[in-house]
């Protein structure tokens, strides 16, 4: 069975420091997907990235970056320099395919609070 | 691209009435689309799985009977909670995607149902 552990359940930081939101998954699959989704307090969720099982290279999106280890089985999630706009939750998610067809399973999610 | 478009966003209804929550496909086909629901700072939770043409697929512990889902079309499922209780009172959500490289799972924006 898929499983997605976000042991962080409320991460406060400052503005301007620096955030790493941790994800642990467990499948058995050789060919998985992991994404990360930000909700906003108006609840909708926002796509941030997907990632394939073959693909283990770090990403970098402006204040965001990723790493992907598969050999600890982890996602984590870095924001940089965090403004008070990336308070949210953030789910991190995977599934066994990419084709639409088949459900994402969550984790519990991270709730973080930046205080200006 | 892949615009999930989800109404109402909240709805308040008295116990014992029922609620029709839509979701559409604006720029794609789904096949396939998916609801989960959301109770206050917790995870998302499938609730069940929409399929054009067929009975949908529920997660054990959803009562079929209560959550009534149709799939009538490619861009159209709908969820109706029958004779709603307060309990039933939480934050719903589908999603669809095309899949392929360039898209993660799509969200409709969610609706929030509050059962009095």
């Known amino acids: 069975a898929q499983k997605v552990t976000q042991a962080q359940t409320e991460i406060s930081v400052v503005e301007k420091e620096d955030v790493t939101l941790d994800c642990v998954y467990e499948?058995?699959?050789?060919?998985?997907?992991l994404f990360w989704y930000k909700q906003p307090p108006s609840g909708e969720l926002v796509f941030l990235i997907r990632?394939?099982?073959?693909?283990?290279q770090n990403e970098i999106s402006g204040r965001y970056s990723w790493n992907f280890q598969k050999s600890t089985s982890s996602f984590n999630f870095t924001i940089t320099a965090s403004q008070v706009v990336d308070s949210a939750v953030y789910f991190c998610?995977?599934?066994?395919?990419?084709?639409?067809?088949?459900?994402?399973?969550f984790g519990k999610g991270t709730r973080l609070s930046v205080i200006a | 691209g892949a615009v999930v478009s989800q109404h109402p966003s909240w709805v308040i209804c008295k116990s014992g009435t029922s609620v029709k929550i839509e979701c559409r496909s604006l720029?794609?086909?789904?096949?396939?689309m998916f609801w989960y629901r959301q109770f206050p700072k917790q995870s998302l939770m499938l609730m069940a799985t929409?399929?054009?043409?067929?009975?949908?697929?529920?997660e054990q512990g959803v009562e079929k009977d209560k959550f009534l889902i149709n799939h009538a079309s490619l861009t159209l499922s709908t969820l109706t909670v029958t004779s709603a209780h307060p309990e039933d009172s939480s934050f719903y959500i589908c999603?669809?995607?095309?899949?392929?490289?360039?898209?993660?799972?799509?969200f409709g924006s969610g609706t929030r149902l509050t059962v009095v």
């Open positions: 999603s669809a995607g095309p899949g392929g490289d360039n898209y993660g799972y799509t």
């Open positions: 499948t058995r699959d050789t060919t998985y997907y």
């Open positions: 990632r394939n099982s073959f693909d283990e």
């Open positions: 998610a995977l599934s066994d395919r990419n084709s639409g067809n088949t459900p994402l399973v």
């Open positions: 720029d794609f086909q789904a096949t396939t």
């Open positions: 929409s399929n054009e043409g067929s009975k949908a697929t529920y």
